[in-house]
């Protein structure tokens, strides 16, 4: 099993900047892929960015070039460097870990980004 705790949310004003984390309750460089999914209120999860245990990633198009996603191996952490955020990435942004054919999911860390 493999639990995750995402922190770093909050609110930001247009055109700034915040760092999500997602710390891992094991060693990360075991686990296949993992990545960042988002869910506004009315609509469905997607996909923002993933990365594999090889360090591959992958970005949803609404966010390449500014969203980085990155690992930690020592730290069995993940983070999401977001910016030039805009009103559209308001969301409950979730972490996310393919281990053993299985997903996992943390609880999720809101994000709001309004003047």
């Known amino acids: 099993q493999v639990q995750l705790v995402e922190s770093g949310g909050g609110l930001v004003q247009p055109g700034g900047s915040l760092r999500l984390s997602c710390a891992a309750s094991?060693?990360?460089?075991?686990?296949?892929?993992m990545g960042w999914y988002r869910q506004a209120p009315g609509k469905e999860r997607e996909l923002v960015a993933s990365?594999?245990?090889?360090?591959?990633?992958n970005y949803a198009d609404s966010v390449k070039g500014r969203f980085t996603i990155s690992r930690d191996n020592t730290k069995n952490t993940v983070y999401l460097q977001m910016n030039s955020l805009k009103p559209e990435d308001t969301a409950v942004y979730l972490c996310?870990?393919?281990?053993?054919?299985?997903?996992?999911w943390g609880k999720g860390t809101p994000v709001t980004v309004s003047l």
């Open positions: 996310n870990a393919l281990f053993v054919g299985m997903h996992y």
């Open positions: 094991r060693s990360i460089f075991s686990i296949n892929s």
């Open positions: 990365i594999t245990n090889y360090g591959s990633t």
